[in-house]
């Protein structure tokens, strides 16, 4: 064997190793964020069923007691404080779950056959500001990308780095740098920073 075509060999899978690994975190995983986001906690709604979290607000409903019935906002340390049911956790837990709470504390207290329905009334807000024209707080709804948030705050101002915008999902401390091209979806409770460029 030529020892010059080992080595030439050797050098081709290094340099086409290393274009993989740059392009897997570029163009992003099936979720639509940099594969380099593996490491994380998922974002609130990414995974699975939607799971409750601070800022959301649900709609109850108890066919026993109209009274109890209306709508209560998940508190920022995850709670929903309930009238005659007192504090019920419910960051983590899907509608389908906290239903269950709901009816557990009502058991042989309030109701025997506790009747309970919860549905999201409005997810938690998302926040977005730098270089924005409008900069703020905004409704979230299903499906927001990264491009629907930056339009929904005015757009782009002249000093936005359109290479450069920083996600920080709710509940985590961790900023993930992306593209405004990138496939991005957005979460309840995100917090979005458009970097300034630098000239």
Do not use: W
């Amino acid at each position: 064997m030529n020892p010059c075509r080992g080595v030439f060999g050797l050098l081709l899978a290094l340099v086409v190793a290393g274009c993989s690994a740059v392009s897997a975190v570029g163009v992003g995983d099936a979720q639509g964020l940099p594969s380099s986001y593996a490491s994380v906690a998922p974002a609130r709604g990414s995974v699975g069923p939607y799971a409750l979290g601070p800022g959301d607000r649900i709609r109850l409903k108890v066919y026993s007691d109209d009274q109890m019935s209306g709508e209560y906002e998940v508190d920022s340390a995850g709670f929903v404080s309930i009238p005659l049911v007192g504090e019920v956790r419910a960051a983590g837990m899907t509608t389908r779950q906290l239903e269950r709470a709901v009816a557990a504390r009502m058991q042989g207290k309030l109701a025997q056959k506790p009747e309970v329905n919860i549905e999201i009334a409005a997810y938690a807000p998302f926040y977005i500001y730098g270089e924005v024209k409008k900069a703020g707080e905004y409704p979230y709804r299903p499906g927001l990308t990264l491009a629907d948030a930056v339009a929904t705050a005015g757009g782009l101002t002249y000093r936005a780095d359109e290479d450069r915008i920083a996600i920080r999902h709710a509940g985590t401390r961790t900023e993930q740098v992306v593209r405004l091209g990138a496939p991005i979806r957005i979460h309840p409770g995100d917090n979005i920073r458009v970097i300034e460029r630098i000239f």
